[in-house]
């Protein structure tokens, strides 16, 4: 039986007692394998979060809903709230580095980290950015940061594709707010899991996700295949998703969804909402099928490496 325990009044907290631990790989049993193909990691790259999502206490007005749980729902605004589960082994095999490898494992969700109105600007970036291509597929991507954007069948650097044209299409103010939202997300990570926010560094990578209902025509659109961030990234310590438009609103479908030993926990996408999570295998995940509309988010995460960590995008 699981063991359950509330925090004080900064959130809700239960941990989770039951059920193996998954062993470092079992994406590719589980998955397709279909991680990191060449320079720009399509299908993987949504896969984790783009919707990556994630998590939340499955009290209060969560429930069940199609045969899982619903652990936060985008009618409700969740302040904090929080699920620790066992951690895998897969923090054990490497270096350890003070201060940030995980100790405590788990899921997060809030919605008091990033206004709705916030959301609706970085939402803004994330549509002008993408103007410029789109995959044929429907999956997209763009990465401010590499300069990845999704265009036909493939991807493009935008920053030398389209040359002084991003002038015209990002401010300062833009990657200003980037820069804020990212650092806020961080040190909402590094509270809840008790580490120090200077140890962590973002990594690579980190991507706007758009996703409609148009059929898939590579497996860069295939974003829905259950996966570990960490088999899949390497360096990845901690996944974050900033959801950039609502469930049930804006689009149908696309869901996140945690796949734990014999239940399924979803949580609902809402502008503005922050989900969070250790990236082992303690957290295997996947996305349902957008079934119509288009939804929109932003994956930011972080290694305990300094060695595979990047610096903010600069618009230069």
Same mark, same amino acid.
């Given at each position: 039986?699981?063991?359950?325990?509330?925090?004080?009044?900064?959130?809700?907290?239960?941990?989770?007692?039951?059920?193996?631990?998954?062993?470092?790989?079992?994406?590719?049993?589980?998955?397709?394998?279909?991680?990191?193909?060449?320079?720009?990691?399509?299908?993987?790259?949504?896969?984790?979060?783009?919707?990556?999502?994630?998590?939340?206490?499955?009290?209060?007005?969560?429930?069940? $809903?199609?045969?899982?749980?619903v652990l936060a729902r985008g009618s409700e605004a969740v302040r904090d709230r929080f699920v620790e589960v066992a951690c895998s082994g897969d923090y054990g095999a490497g270096?350890? #580095?003070?201060?940030?490898?995980?100790?405590?494992?788990?899921?997060?969700?809030?919605?008091?980290?990033?206004?709705?109105?916030?959301?609706?600007?970085?939402?803004?970036?994330?549509?002008?950015?993408?103007?410029?291509?789109?995959s044929d597929g429907g999956a997209s991507i763009l990465d401010l940061h590499s300069g990845a954007l999704s265009l036909g069948k493939h991807f493009v650097n935008l920053y030398?594709?389209?040359?002084?044209?991003?002038?015209?299409?990002?401010?300062?103010?833009?990657?200003?707010?980037?820069?804020?939202?990212?650092?806020?997300?961080?040190?909402?990570?590094? $509270?809840?899991?008790?580490?120090?926010?200077?140890?962590?560094?973002?990594?690579?990578?980190?991507? #706007?996700?758009?996703?409609?209902?148009?059929?898939?025509?590579?497996?860069?659109?295939?974003?829905?295949?259950?996966?570990?961030?960490?088999?899949?990234?390497?360096? #990845?310590?901690?996944?974050?998703?900033?959801?950039?438009?609502?469930?049930?609103?804006?689009?149908?479908?696309?869901?996140?969804?945690?796949?734990?030993?014999?239940?399924?926990?979803?949580?609902?996408?809402?502008?503005?909402?922050?989900?969070? #999570?250790?990236?082992?295998?303690?957290?295997?995940?996947?996305?349902?099928?957008?079934?119509?509309?288009?939804?929109?988010?932003?994956?930011?995460?972080?290694?305990?490496?300094?060695?595979?960590?990047?610096?903010?995008?600069?618009?230069?």
């Amino acid at each position: 039986m699981a063991t359950q325990r509330r925090a004080g009044p900064g959130g809700e907290r239960r941990r989770t007692g039951g059920g193996k631990a998954r062993a470092p790989g079992t994406a590719t049993a589980t998955g397709r394998g279909w991680a990191l193909r060449g320079a720009v990691p399509g299908a993987a790259l949504l896969g984790s979060a783009v919707l990556v999502g994630g998590l939340l206490g499955w009290s209060l007005p969560g429930g069940w $809903q199609g045969g899982a749980e619903v652990l936060a729902r985008g009618s409700e605004a969740v302040r904090d709230r929080f699920v620790e589960v066992a951690c895998s082994g897969d923090y054990g095999a490497g270096r350890r #580095f003070e201060g940030c490898t995980p100790r405590k494992c788990g899921r997060g969700v809030t919605d008091a980290v990033i206004t709705r109105e916030e959301a609706g600007r970085i939402r803004r970036i994330a549509e002008r950015g993408l103007s410029l291509g789109g995959s044929d597929g429907g999956a997209s991507i763009l990465d401010l940061h590499s300069g990845a954007l999704s265009l036909g069948k493939h991807f493009v650097n935008l920053y030398r594709y389209f040359g002084d044209k991003i002038q015209d299409i990002f401010t300062e103010e833009d990657f200003a707010l980037y820069r804020d939202v990212r650092r806020r997300i961080q040190e909402k990570i590094a $509270q809840v899991f008790g580490i120090n926010s200077s140890a962590m560094y973002l990594t690579k990578p980190t991507f #706007f996700s758009r996703i409609n209902s148009t059929e898939a025509k590579t497996t860069h659109d295939e974003y829905w295949h259950p996966h570990i961030d960490k088999v899949t990234y390497g360096s #990845f310590d901690y996944t974050s998703l900033l959801y950039l438009s609502d469930y049930a609103e804006d689009f149908g479908g696309g869901r996140f969804v945690f796949m734990d030993e014999g239940s399924n926990k979803t949580i609902e996408p809402r502008a503005g909402r922050v989900s969070f #999570f250790t990236s082992g295998s303690e957290n295997l995940h996947r996305v349902e099928k957008v079934r119509w509309g288009t939804r929109y988010a932003i994956t930011i995460s972080f290694t305990c490496n300094p060695d595979h960590g990047i610096g903010d995008p600069v618009l230069t």
